[in-house]
Structures are given as structure tokens and as C-alpha cells.
């Protein structure tokens, strides 16, 4: 833990001191498929200038550190926000890609994947492994790659519109110390250079021209049930922001109500504030009414869905596939997860040279709700 102090500047008992609160934990298992480290640390709050998801490694020879990846904020009335925000600045929209935030670096001679939260999963350091071009690492090993990792094969978010298989999606360059980003033209020359695949960047705009390009942008996604748009300013000195479509606000109502027992009551009141908002901000008469039908039906649907599931088969639960090349990693994945959620395994053999395993997390909450409200139950 030595290390920490020194990386944090802090004292070896005050290291201690958090560790014992849970601020810092192990961030994780150590196995030969993390051979490049010898300790590892994460920040599971924010901590002085430390960001949330701050993760600190050491290996043979040196510190590594990658700090959490900074929140985002959101705008609920776009034309407005950008003008205040952005004021004359150009401004890029990109794609906001409906995955999980990974932080991809190089530790010793290999990659490694860390979550949002910090910690190093192995499913993901090894989908890297084999996609991520390692070269990138030898010319700018000060920097992380900011990606959303998506597809059907996701063990959180399984979207089958990014393509079955999990594939990362660079947003941002960061010096991995600093956090500092680089700009988005650095950003795309590197993307190109080393052929990583790029959160869609629609174009670079300002003022009245940006916010009449957003909305046109948004409306496009919405059509293709994609999730919504982030706006940085080209140098990236500014914070960024982000806005979605109402068809990512209503798949995610619907979501709430079919677990509605499990998820906060916040979840499922955000989304329907910010169809409100949507309405006020874009709606004709003629659209206000197709969105009465699309939050209407999210929340009838969700929430029909599971008393059906339930009705059917005595259960709730959430399943999504994965593949490993190797077998030890697998097991090296399952226990991982055990640790920090609970879930269930099931092993379905070799396919394509791949081991198949499918994850299923159980909600146990909404389950048993719906079990006991179906056989005559008070709510
Ligand atoms: P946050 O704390 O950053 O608001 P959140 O957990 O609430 O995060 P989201 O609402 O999904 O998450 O929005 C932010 C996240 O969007 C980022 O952390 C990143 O993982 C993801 N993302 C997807 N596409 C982009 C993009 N083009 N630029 C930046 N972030 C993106
Ligand atoms: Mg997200």
C-alpha cells in the first residue's frame, strides 16, 4: 500500500485509514492473466482531486495511475443549455454509444481494461487484449483510451443495435495522470492512424447552427433507437454535455417498470421528467400525442412483462452471453463477479473456438413482489 501514499501524497496510516472506511479497495484478483501487476488499488469515492473510480497499480517497475472518468452532465432543454454553456465555442456532437465506461491502458507489457467503478475486469481486459491495437500504447504510453464498451455480448448493458459481439467505442484520449483529454482533432488523427473505431462524430458546429443540428441529429437517433448525443467543445476545455433521445428515455421507463421493485424510484422518475421536458422542447400537438402513446406503452409493457415472466416461469432474471478465449480467465471472470454482485453461471461449451458462458442476474425484489400480488397478495 506503500505506494499509494506516495502516488496520493498522503501518509502510509492515513492509506490504511481509508482502506479500512472502504474508500480504497483492492481493485483486483490477482492471477497470472494480470502478471504485469504486483498490487492495485481503486477510489470508490472521490478523494481530494481524485476523481470517483481513480485506480492506482503498481508493477515491477513503476506506478500507474488512471483517474475516474469525470461525470457528465445533462441538459434537459437542449437550445438553451447550448447557448448558455457553449456561448460562440465550436462544439462536436458525437454519438452517446448505450454501453459501460472502460479505461483502457497498458500496465507492463499488456492491457488492461478498469471499469467506471476501478476495478480490472477480466472479460473486458480480454475482449481489449484482442481488439484493442497495442501499438497506440508504445507511442503515447501516458494516455488512456476512454471507450464505451457495447453489444449484445455486454454482461451490463446487452444492446444488440452495436452488433452482437462487445466492441469498444473510443470517446476520449486522457493523460491518464492528469486526465487531461486531447482535442478532437488529436483524437480522430490517432483514431485513424491505429484503427480504433470512433463514437460517431456527426460534425463541428456553433451557435444557432449547433442547436438546429442537434435536434436534427437527436431526431435521427431517435428514429434508430440509438441513445443520445454528447457536445464537447473541440479543445475540450469545457465541460461536456449530453442529452437523449426519447426512444433511450422510454426503453429505459420501460426497464424501471418491469424491475420495479429492485431499481430506485428515482430511475423511473428521471426518465419520465425528461420526457416532459422533451415535449416542451420539441413537440407539435401531432408529436405530444405520439409521445403520450410511447411513454404510456414503455410503462404498460415494462411493467405487464414481468407479471407475465413471473406468471410463467416463478422468476425475473436478466441474461446476457460472453466468450472467453480462455478457460482460466472465465473463471477468473466468475469469481470477479461474485465478489461484487449476485449471479449465476452457466457454462454452454465451445463455440467458434470461444468458451460460452451466460450470466443471469435474478431480481429477487420484483420477483417475489409480483409472486405474492399474482396469488392474492396486498401491495
Ligand atoms: P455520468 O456520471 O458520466 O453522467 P452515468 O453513469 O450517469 O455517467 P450516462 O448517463 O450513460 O452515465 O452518461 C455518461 C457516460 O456516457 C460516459 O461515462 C460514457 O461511458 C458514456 N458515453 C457514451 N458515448 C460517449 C461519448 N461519445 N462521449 C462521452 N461519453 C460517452
Ligand atoms: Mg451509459
Known amino acids: ?64 495511475i488512471a483517474r475516474g472518468f469525470p461525470k457528465i452532465k445533462r441538459t434537459l432543454v437542449l437550445g438553451e443549455c447550448v447557448k448558455r454553456h457553449f456561448e460562440k465555442s465550436e462544439v462536436a456532437v458525437e454519438e452517446k454509444i448505450n454501453g459501460y465506461n472502460v479505461r483502457i491502458m497498458k500496465i507492463g507489457k499488456n492491457i488492461y481494461a478498469i471499469t467506471r467503478r476501478g476495478y480490472i475486469c477480466p472479460y473486458t481486459t480480454e475482449r481489449a487484449r484482442e481488439l484493442i491495437n497495442i501499438e497506440f500504447f508504445k507511442d503515447w504510453p ?42 478532437l482533432e488529436e483524437k480522430i488523427k490517432i483514431a485513424e492512424e491505429y484503427g480504433f473505431k470512433l463514437a460517431r462524430v456527426f460534425g463541428v458546429w456553433s451557435g444557432e447552427k449547433l442547436i438546429e443540428e442537434s435536434i436534427k441529429i437527436i431526431k435521427e437517433l431517435d428514429r434508430e433507437g440509438r441513445e443520445g448525443i454528447v457536445l464537447k467543445d473541440i479543445e475540450m476545455k469545457k465541460k461536456a454535455v449530453k442529452y437523449t433521445t426519447s426512444y433511450c428515455n422510454c426503453s429505459d421507463l420501460e426497464y424501471g417498470f418491469r424491475y420495479f421493485n429492485d431499481l430506485g424510484r428515482d430511475f423511473v422518475l428521471t426518465r419520465a421528467v425528461r420526457e416532459g421536458f422533451q415535449s416542451f422542447e420539441l413537440d407539435n400537438s401531432e408529436d405530444r400525442v405520439k409521445r403520450y402513446e410511447r411513454v404510456g406503452k414503455a410503462i404498460v409493457d415494462g411493467i405487464i412483462g414481468s407479471i407475465e415472466e413471473v406468471n410463467k416461469s416463478g422468476k425475473l432474471k436478466e441474461r446476457a452471453k460472453l466468450r ?16 461484487l454482485t449476485r449471479a449465476n453461471f ?33 401491495w
Open 346 to 378: 452457466e457454462y454452454a461449451g465451445i463455440e467458434d473456438g470461444y468458451h460460452i458462458l451466460y450470466i443471469e442476474k435474478y431480481m429477487a425484489s420484483t420477483s417475489d413482489r409480483i409472486k405474492n400480488l399474482i396469488s392474492g397478495g396486498f
Open 324 to 339: 472467453f478465449k480462455s478457460k482460466e480467465v472465465m473463471e477468473l471472470y466468475i469469481q470477479h463477479t461474485k465478489r
Open 1 to 64: 500500500m506503500k505506494f499509494v501514499a506516495e502516488a496520493l501524497s498522503i501518509s502510509e496510516p492515513a492509506v490504511k485509514r481509508l482502506y479500512r472506511r472502504s474508500i480504497l479497495k483492492q481493485a483486483y484478483i490477482p492471477h497470472p492473466f494480470f502478471s504485469d501487476i504486483s498490487d492495485a488499488y481503486l477510489l470508490s469515492k472521490k478523494f481530494g482531486s481524485y476523481e470517483e473510480g481513480t485506480f492506482l497499480a503498481i508493477s515491477s517497475e513503476k506506478v500507474y
Open 142 to 183: 501516458e494516455f488512456m483510451l476512454c471507450c464505451e464498451a457495447a453489444g449484445l455480448e455486454s454482461p451490463h448493458v446487452p444492446k444488440e443495435i452495436y452488433g452482437k459481439k462487445l466492441d469498444f467505442y473510443l470517446f476520449d484520449i486522457r493523460n491518464s495522470k492528469t486526465n487531461e483529454p486531447m482535442s
